[in-house]
């Protein structure tokens, strides 16, 4: 039961590198999402896509880009990565589009930017 | 004024206790509302789901949405030291497309 899944792990940049936040989902799920964990603040909608070939802005959508390359993978990118992108990152995936349906989310990326 | 509003405690109980998890929203037109339990190091998982105001029980978990006061709470009966985690609160309305997380309350059960 794979679920969601997110690679990699943990990862350090330097300010100014980029990389790019893998999640692929196993549910046949149609909707995908990226959010942000910080201390003090909640998880925070960041992209999501409602269905393959769909992307929009969630909360905090400054400073990353998106591709739902197919119906099972999601990736986020961080061009210029800066100091403020220091966070934990979770992918999630939903049946259904809308934000009624239930999460299933992935154990996290946890990004440090120097 | 965040939309949702939760007491980030720590909050400390010995086993067997009755736990009970608050939030409180300012937006009326919430009307699905859930709570997510996160281990740490892990992702959220969904506990209850509960559409509108009312209760929904499921085995020791009490959800409980009262509308009128926009506030909504988590029981949790016979706790458990696997109940140790972070607590979730979210919630959103019909059309929209963002969930709207509290902050978490973190929640240790001694053995």
């Known amino acids: 039961n794979a679920g969601v899944t997110q690679t990699p792990k943990f990862q350090v940049l330097k300010t100014g590198q980029s990389m790019t936040l893998q999640c692929a989902q196993d549910m046949n799920h149609n909707s995908m999402y990226w959010y942000r964990q910080d201390p003090g603040m909640g998880l925070r909608l960041i992209y999501y896509s409602a269905s393959e070939g769909t992307t929009d802005k969630g909360e905090v959508p400054n400073g990353y880009n998106v591709s739902r390359l197919n119906k099972r993978e999601f990736s986020l990118r961080l061009e210029s990565a800066a100091p403020s992108q220091t966070s934990v990152y979770f992918c999630a995936s939903s049946e259904y589009r809308g934000s009624t349906a239930p999460l299933h989310f992935g154990n996290g990326t946890r990004l440090t930017v120097t | 004024q965040k939309e949702v509003e939760q007491d980030p405690g720590p909050l400390s109980v010995p086993e067997g206790a009755i736990v009970s998890l608050n939030c409180t929203y300012s937006n009326s037109a919430f009307q699905y509302f859930m709570w997510y339990r996160q281990y740490s190091r892990k992702g959220p998982e969904l506990l209850m789901y509960t559409y509108s105001s009312g209760n929904k029980e499921d085995g020791r978990f009490t959800a409980q949405v009262d509308k009128s006061s926009k506030y909504i709470s988590l029981f949790i009966r016979d706790s458990q030291p696997s109940d140790s985690a972070t607590y979730l609160c979210?919630?959103?309305?019909?059309?929209?497309?963002?969930?709207?997380f509290g902050t978490g309350t973190r929640l240790t059960v001694i053995p």
């Open positions: 979210a919630m959103s309305q019909t059309g929209a497309n963002n969930l709207f």
